[in-house]
């Protein structure tokens, strides 16, 4: 006992268990045609780096701690079946240190998949990685202009069109929120 500490409480956070981060809920019998969501199952939890952010190592355990709490934080047990849990990271950088970290210790690896999407095999859990520049335009429009170095001028006059089509939609105005704040300066410019 002399090398030892024990705690008989110990608080894992200083206010309530509450995520920042998405969670996605997807119909069983629908299929997803988008590169990016191939991976989805029923519950899907997603960590958003901002641009200029890194996805760290300790961001990796603590987004897998909230995936299982979110799995089991439920009156029932397993009224979330844990097989239908995925996890997906976005980010703007290739986190080589985190996925140098899951490969030495977890036994984890990253797998190309498309372009800016990489699985990363070896958990129980399906979880991807999302570099964001480097992801289809076609496809994932919005998500790459999810960035802090708009340019202004055309670049962001067709942001602006495109969001003009959909302005009625709460989804578009949040991301296009989300865009105006991280690009005030050009957006006011524009």
Known sequence: MEFLEMYEEYPL??????????????????????TISRIFRTHNIIEYKAPGDYLSVNDFYKVYGYTCFYQSNTDKIKAIDPRELTITFVCSHYPREMLRHLEEMRGITATFQDDGIYYLTG??????????????????????????DLKAGREIRDIVARYEKNRHSKDYAAVMNLITRANWKEMEAE
């Open 13 to 34: 956070n200083k206010k309530p268990p509450q995520i920042d981060i998405l969670i996605i809920k997807k119909l069983k019998d629908i299929t997803l045609n988008k």
């Open 123 to 148: 958990d129980a859990i399906p979880i991807q990685l999302l570099i964001t520049h480097k992801l289809t335009q076609d496809e994932n429009y919005w998500l790459q202009n999810l960035r802090t």
